[in-house]
């Protein structure tokens, strides 16, 4: 039996059966021509549903409004949504999704079109899959260059300090703090996290609770910071006296400019600045990934160890066992003639 328009309150309803399915179903009008057109469309879909399955009629939009019901973030499906308006989600390949993140974000950085395109496309997708209405996907990255980091020396961070301890609205916690970054390589959420019964200073130590990795560390102090910490006091239950992050860069982007400082935020002066003192000064990727609480010692090879005139010091050690050698009176170890195989 085909669907025929049945009118309840003024508005369409698709009533009958179609390959087995009862339907009753809103076309959500009250014009007749509109309905008629909308009961056509429904009834093909679900002659096409029932012969071919979910695959060959389930589109974006199903899976995006499934998603959604099931709880998860819409934050950034409306684009996606008017962009795949009426695609199968059969049809939909990795590169559609990137291409559907540069034409809706062609401005941002990868990353943003990652976080606002790639990545909730692929979530309705997969929930789709899920349900098994389509196949799995997977959009890998692009391929992008690492910025680049500037490690900065202790200059910066002395002349920072000195142009906080000398404006009477910069606090002494951001002086403090940011001598903190760069002389342990913490995290500035770990550093924002420590409270004042985590720190000992007779034991010259901080303890954070949980890390990035998920897991506790306790932090070496020098002892310039046990002299900082010994006259902060703390604020609002807090060490460094920071509730969140962007109070930190509002107020260093502020101290920089006033003091004619190039603004890199808290990770260049701080964690990087601090692998690559290590570095300059022996420390192997292991002992600085156990210093600065790197899980990865090979990331801590890879982003802050950089080898130094490897050529010339390997030139220089080989001429100098080549003398040795030269110079020793022992005999040389006899060996077999060398005869070719005819």
Known sequence: MALKIVWRG????????????????????????????????????????????????????DAALSYLQGGGEGRFLAPLIRH?????????????????????????????RRRQA?????????HAHDKGWCGAIRVKAERTKAPRRKAVDRAYI????????????????LAALM???????????????IEPQDVDLDAATAYVH???????????????????????????????GYVNKQGVYRAL????????????????????SF???????????????????????ALVAQRYTHPKDSGKRAAAALSADTKRAQSDDTPPTERPAITEKS
């Open 179 to 193: 001598l903190f970054l760069h002389q342990t390589g913490a995290r500035l959420g770990e550093a924002l996290s």
């Open 84 to 112: 795949f308006r009426g695609w199968v989600l059969s049809s939909i390949k990795p590169g559609h999704i990137r291409d559907a993140s540069r034409k809706l974000y062609p401005s941002a950085s990868p990353a943003t």
């Open 118 to 126: 790639i990545t909730p496309a692929v979530a309705v997708i997969n």
């Open 210 to 240: 949980e890390t990035k990795n998920g897991e506790s560390r306790l932090i070496n102090l020098t002892a310039e910071i046990v002299e900082d910490l010994r006259e902060l006091p703390p604020r609002e239950g807090l060490v460094f």
């Open 10 to 61: 003024g508005t369409a309803y698709a009533q009958g059966t179609v390959k087995g399915r009862r339907v009753r179903e809103s076309l959500g009008t009250r014009d007749p021509v509109q309905a008629e057109e909308a009961r056509a469309a429904l009834e093909a879909r679900l002659w096409k549903l029932g012969l071919y399955g979910d695959e060959a009629v389930r589109t974006f939009e």
């Open 253 to 272: 982007k502020k101290a920089t400019a006033e003091a004619g400082l190039e603004y890199l935020g808290t990770h260049q002066p701080g964690r990087h």
């Open 275 to 297: 692998a690559t003192s290590l570095d300059a000064l022996g420390f192997s990727p292991a002992e600085i990934a156990d210093a600065g609480g790197w899980k990865s010692r």
């Open 158 to 173: 002395d002349a920072l300090r000195a142009h906080c301890l000398s404006r009477p609205w910069a606090p002494k916690h």
